[in-house]
């Protein structure tokens, strides 16, 4: 058990739609960090936030946002749902804002859109 | 931009025997350097890191890897597989600069078979 937990574990919807992924870091830390991990394009960088403010986006399409909230948690929101979007969503968290600290990932949530 | 490359997309080793996952990197300078494992269903667990210093790291489940500057390559190596090691294997690379606020780059990574 890695401390990040992530809510929920599937999500099953419709294109067109909006679904929210939800991310708890592990107490103390920090950043969170966004992953997609699809079969055709692999684990993917969406986007960091680091104490609540945006720190660098990766391959982050313009229909999905993020935020960190006061008490570190970060919500995922995927808009305007494809069905390319299907893939399984991570984040991590780490205590520093760089990738020389270590990251520690969360089970996932496994999004399919139909 | 930097990018992860593991040539291998599936590798079969019989239990006892030694592994060698391979993999190469480029970036303009040397990268902040990461194997992960992921199992089916779990989330990727860091198995070693290198930074700096001795270019021979060692991990957690007996793993180790080399990284050799000339090549741009990470290998990761065990010297004995057991069942429980089969898994997904991603190399991943951070960039120093602009403050590494940038996330980890993976490669496809690789998928471990053990056979008995």
């Known amino acids: 058990d890695s401390g990040v937990t992530q809510t929920p574990k599937h999500l099953i919807t419709a294109t067109g739609q909006r679904v929210t992924l939800r991310c708890s870091p592990r107490s103390g830390d920090l950043s969170v960090y966004w992953y997609q991990q699809s079969l055709d394009q692999g684990l993917q960088f969406l986007i960091h936030y680091y104490n609540g403010e945006e720190r660098a986006k990766g391959n982050i399409l313009e229909r999905f946002s993020a935020q960190q909230f006061p008490d570190l948690h970060s919500e995922l929101n995927l808009s305007s749902l494809e069905l390319g979007d299907s893939a399984l969503y991570f984040c991590?968290?780490?205590?520093?804002?760089?990738?020389?600290?270590?990251?520690?990932f969360g089970p996932g949530t496994r999004l399919t859109v139909l | 931009a930097q990018s992860v490359t593991q040539p291998d997309i599936h590798i079969t080793v019989s239990e006892g025997a030694s592994l060698e996952l391979r993999c190469n990197y480029s970036y303009g300078a040397t990268p902040y350097l990461f194997w992960y494992v992921q199992s089916p269903g779990q989330g990727l667990q860091l198995l070693l890191k290198?930074?700096?210093?001795?270019?021979l790291v060692q991990g957690i489940k007996g793993f180790e890897a080399e990284f050799k500057r000339s090549q741009s390559s990470f290998n990761l190596r065990k010297p004995s597989v057991h069942w429980s090691d089969a898994a997904e294997y991603f190399c991943a690379v951070g960039a120093r600069s602009g403050g590494g606020a940038d996330g980890l780059t993976f490669g496809k990574g690789t998928h471990l078979i053990i056979q008995p």
């Open positions: 290198y930074f700096s210093g001795d270019t």
């Open positions: 991590a968290s780490s205590a520093t804002a760089g990738t020389s600290g270590e990251q520690f």
